[in-house]
């Protein structure tokens, strides 16, 4: 790993550094990460104590995934078959000699206080920054101050014994920042130039996607979550003036049922405000959760923190929506494997995770002088999440059929293979659009396509710190509003005693873009070059990278999904 600063004109420092976990060498891409400003930083006192996740090699993976095609592929008889976590863990839980030889070396270095989970594939150790150090040669610990909150990180790249590395997927809580939270509010100022716009709240959204007064969760034990990674809080009474402004018509509730983690103080943040306000509008009268920077010590990362809890927790809601994302190649192939599996033993539980597709577009990435090519995002490019892209009404000023929202996330991972259950449908895409297709040095057409499905991501209301606010835009927005639908069509299914939706793609692509709103007009943005001129991909008949299948006609989708 290389570490890189600069001073830029306000004395700030800029990391630039390479991500890179030495338990992988040689295939392991490094890539440039450079997203954070630094205020300050400083070295660790050997005597702070620090905590580190330590990922054991699991189990069974390959079971796993077929054991998850099996339950969420609906012509299987062992369609809906979802697994306990018991099972899960008996599935994946790390084998005997990993589990020892794992815990002899934490051992031999006086390590002793560590938590493990039910499946036993991830261990959270607290230690000195000395120890930390001695257990991982080449680690040097740092504080990094930004935008006042402070994280413990590791400048240096770290190794780990030949005896040990087989043993472990990686070692969490050393490199990976939290990613920068992308400012919404000034997206949407740029977007306040194209002129006056009706603006959506949850009247706007019901109408469109025909819910009724009575399509509201009524099941006992349904329930619904977001997950806030980027020190986002909403405020419980920001919600309650949301509901009683614009909750009109529909039964909902006002409050959120259980917040996990630690809700921090001061303003909330427009991401958590929007997230939770749209799940609870379309996914109404269901409960909700709130899961916020479960983080107990500052040198955890939030997003694996969550994913511990998942693997942690038998009793979680059946959705779970995530407006959280990075660049590919800034993230190691190693840590993004492992997170594909932890998603899919999410996924055989029967949860069904939605990942916002990200707001760059097709993204860019400059890789020469004059050589650009598409920049995938992760979590968004898994195979085993539902990924959401957004559109816009095509009258900005009316309930219209919707349109590409340029910003809308899409494209093809350069990581994770195209899965079995999208090929027929990219394949089609690929067919009517060739004559129109960018270069093909720009992406690779081989790799699993993204979004699966969108809605509207334009010019939300939202009720942050007592205040109205208009023009809220992005993924992040038609994320939870989607969840919010998927929600009510477990709620219909649990009543009917069926199983939950659970890992939603093979049954979406087998209904071909039925009972969705396919969105066949306009591109998503790129890079800014000569040869693709800010133009990525394009909205055509069918599934499409920029918005997938298209947005959901409730009632139509409730009864596509509801017998069986
Ligand atoms: C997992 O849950 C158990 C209790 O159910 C707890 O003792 C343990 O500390 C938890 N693990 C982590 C990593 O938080
Ligand atoms: C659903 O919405 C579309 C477009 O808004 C509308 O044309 C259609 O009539 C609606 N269907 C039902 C059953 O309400
Ligand atoms: C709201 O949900 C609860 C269950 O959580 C249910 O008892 C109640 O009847 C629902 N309200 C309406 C109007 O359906
Ligand atoms: C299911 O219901 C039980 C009992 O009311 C409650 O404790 C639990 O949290 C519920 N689970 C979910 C996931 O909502
Ligand atoms: C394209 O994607 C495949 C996996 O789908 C991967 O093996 C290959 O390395 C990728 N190519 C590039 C240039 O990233």
């Not at 799940?279 to 983080?295: D, E, H, L, R």
Request: hydrophobic content about 35%; proline content about 5%; overall charge neutral.
């Amino acid at each position: 790993m290389t570490f890189w600063l600069r001073a830029d004109t306000n004395t700030n420092l800029t990391f630039c550094f390479f991500v890179v976990f030495v338990i992988y060498p040689p295939s392991t891409k490094a890539s440039l990460f450079c997203n954070f400003f630094f205020s300050s930083f400083s070295r660790v006192s050997p005597t702070e104590e620090l905590e580190l996740t330590f990922a054991l090699k699991q189990q069974n993976i390959h079971m796993l995934e077929e054991t998850l095609r099996l339950v969420s592929d609906p012509d299987s008889s062992r369609y809906g078959k979802h697994l306990s976590l018991d099972e899960v863990a008996s599935l994946v839980r790390p084998s005997q000699l990993t589990q020892k030889v794992v815990h002899h070396w934490l051992q031999s270095h006086g390590i002793t206080n560590c938590q493990t989970v039910h499946t036993q594939d991830f261990l959270q150790c607290t230690m000195t920054a000395k120890v930390a150090e001695t257990l991982l040669p080449g680690s040097r610990f740092h504080r990094y101050i930004r935008d006042g909150q402070s994280v413990l990180r590791s400048s240096g790249p770290y190794s780990v014994h030949d005896d040990v590395h087989q043993h472990l997927d990686f070692v969490g809580g050393l490199h990976r920042l939290p990613p920068k939270g992308k400012d919404l509010s000034k997206a949407s100022s740029e977007r306040l130039k194209t002129g006056v716009h009706l603006g959506v709240t949850p009247t706007i959204l019901r109408s469109r996607y025909n819910l009724s007064t009575t399509d509201v969760g009524t099941a006992q034990n349904n329930s619904q979550a977001v997950a806030q990674f980027l020190e986002q809080y909403y405020h419980p009474a920001d919600l309650a003036e949301f509901m009683s402004l614009y909750g009109g018509g529909f039964k909902h509730r006002s409050a959120v049922d259980r917040v996990v983690g630690k809700q921090g103080g001061g303003k909330a943040g427009i991401e958590a405000s929007l997230d939770i306000e749209y799940i609870m509008s379309t996914g109404a009268n269901v409960s909700t959760w709130f899961f916020t920077n479960p983080g107990r010590h500052e040198s955890q990362e939030p997003f694996l923190q969550w994913m511990v809890l998942l693997s942690n927790m038998s009793d979680l809601p059946w959705v779970h929506t995530i407006s959280y994302g990075d660049d590919e190649d800034s993230l190691s192939v190693a840590y993004m494997m492992r997170i594909n599996t932890e998603f899919m033993k999410a996924g055989v539980r029967g949860i069904s995770l939605l990942f916002a597709s990200g707001d760059s577009g097709a993204g860019c990435k400059h890789t020469g002088s004059k050589q650009n090519t598409f920049r995938p995002s992760f979590p968004a490019s898994s195979p085993y999440v539902t990924t959401v892209g957004g559109t816009s009404f095509k009258n900005p000023f009316k309930v219209t059929y919707e349109v590409t929202d340029y910003i809308s996330g899409g494209g093809f991972s350069n990581v994770f293979t195209m899965p079995d259950y999208q090929i027929s449908a990219v394949n089609g895409y690929m067919k009517t659009v060739a004559a129109s297709l960018p270069p093909q040095s720009y992406y690779n057409a081989s790799g699993r396509a993204y979004p699966d499905m969108a809605a509207l991501s334009d010019n939300y209301w939202v009720v942050i710190n007592r205040v109205p606010t208009p023009w809220v835009s992005g993924t992040s927005a038609s994320t939870p509003v989607v969840g919010g639908m998927l929600s009510l069509i477990n709620d219909q299914r649990l009543l009917k005693g069926l199983s939950p939706l659970g890992f939603l793609n093979p049954r979406l692509y087998k209904l071909k873009g039925q009972a969705l709103f396919d969105v066949t007009e306009g591109c998503h943005l790129a890079c800014l070059d000569e040869q693709v001129q800010g133009k990525g991909f394009c909205a055509a008949p069918s599934w499409d990278p920029v918005t997938g299948w298209g947005t959901p006609d409730y009632p139509a989708l409730l009864s596509a999904l509801l017998d069986n």
